[in-house]
């Protein structure tokens, strides 16, 4: 079985504040970023983070699902009953990024932490959000 994977390192170069790390950035990749966040902003989403002992796993557990339903190959990786148990076993070192317009929740992100260090990797997001990003995944 061959594996194809990505992963993504950000480390904090003091750069103090947002506005400060999309500075180092070349032009290209902090416009896109600038206006991506401009496209969330104008959709009214906002983005909040909880623990897992605080989030809606059950939830999240769905939204993963049917993300994996569009896109992934045969059945999900993670079950309804593994996110229930990492809320409740590891509600410490597991926080959920939650994107949110209005009550609604659009879309959540898995991510745990071991040290100073956050890692994130499993997500899902409504469909019907965001159909420019739907037509590029």
């Given amino acids: ?5 990505w992963q993504y390192h ?15 950035l070349r032009a290209p990749r902090r416009q896109r ?7 969330l902003e ?20 769905r939204l993963y699902a049917d993300t994996w339903s569009r896109h992934g190959p045969g059945e999900p990786v993670l079950t309804r009953e593994f ?10 070192d597991v926080w ?5 317009r209005g009550d609604e929740v659009v879309g959540m992100t898995l991510n745990t932490v071991l040290g100073e260090a956050m890692f994130g990797r499993w997500w899902g997001w409504s469909y019907g959000f965001c159909s420019k990003w739907q037509a590029e995944s």
């Fill in 83 to 92: 996110f229930m148990e990492l809320g409740r076993r590891c509600a410490e």
């Fill in 10 to 24: 950000w480390h904090d170069r003091e750069y103090g504040t947002f506005d400060g790390f999309l500075s180092a």
């Fill in 1 to 5: 079985l061959e594996r194809f994977c």
């Fill in 96 to 100: 959920f990024g939650i994107a949110s």
């Fill in 33 to 39: 970023i600038r206006r991506e966040l401009r496209e």
């Fill in 42 to 61: 104008a959709q009214g989403v906002a983005i909040t983070y909880r623990r897992g002992g605080e989030a809606d796993v059950a939830r999240m557990a």
